[in-house]
């Protein structure tokens, strides 16, 4: 009697099992044929080179941090005003930031310094160039950057 009782136990679960497990396991069977399986060659391996992940990129555009010398200074006038040069010994390309404020333009010129020749600092001024413009200054802000300021007339008609 307890071995019968076992038994129909045992049946009535694997009908059971049978029921549940056997739909479930067809739904996934599905999935795995209806899912596109990639081919070897489309498979993106690895670097494995040393060299490859040790190499550090170098970025052609990237700022020097070398400063560059300006050994002369040049305010010359021009059909729409006034243009001033600031000469390197290479013909560096300098970066500016300009603003502003009143009667003053400022450009600030990052990692360049007003050199003579001979390595001694100086100053650039012009006084008045043209009309419009009362003075023309050019001078070593810090140890990396150059302030160029222009300074216009008052503005009584504004």
């Known amino acids: ?73 040049k305010a010359n006038p021009t059909d729409k005003g006034v243009e001033v040069i600031l000469q390197t010994s290479q013909g560096q390309q300098l970066q500016t930031i300009n603003r502003s404020t009143g009667n003053n333009f400022i450009a600030d010129i990052s990692n360049a310094q007003l050199r003579l020749p001979n390595g001694e600092a100086f100053t650039f001024r012009s006084d008045k160039p043209i009309v419009g413009i009362t003075e023309i200054m050019v001078t070593n802000f810090d140890a990396n950057t150059i302030r160029v300021m222009v300074t216009g007339e008052a503005c009584t008609n504004c």
Not at 17 to 32: D, H, K, N, R, Y
Not at 48 to 63: D, G, H, N, R
């Open 1 to 73: 009697m307890k071995l019968q009782k076992l038994l129909s136990i045992l049946l009535i679960t694997n009908s059971f099992w049978m029921l549940i497990v056997s739909p479930a396991t067809a739904e996934i069977v599905e999935g795995i044929s209806k899912r596109k399986i990639r081919q070897l060659s489309e498979i993106e391996l690895p670097i494995t080179s040393a060299q490859k992940l040790v190499q550090t990129p170098i970025l052609p555009t990237a700022p020097s941090s070398e400063v560059i010398q300006v050994t002369g200074v």
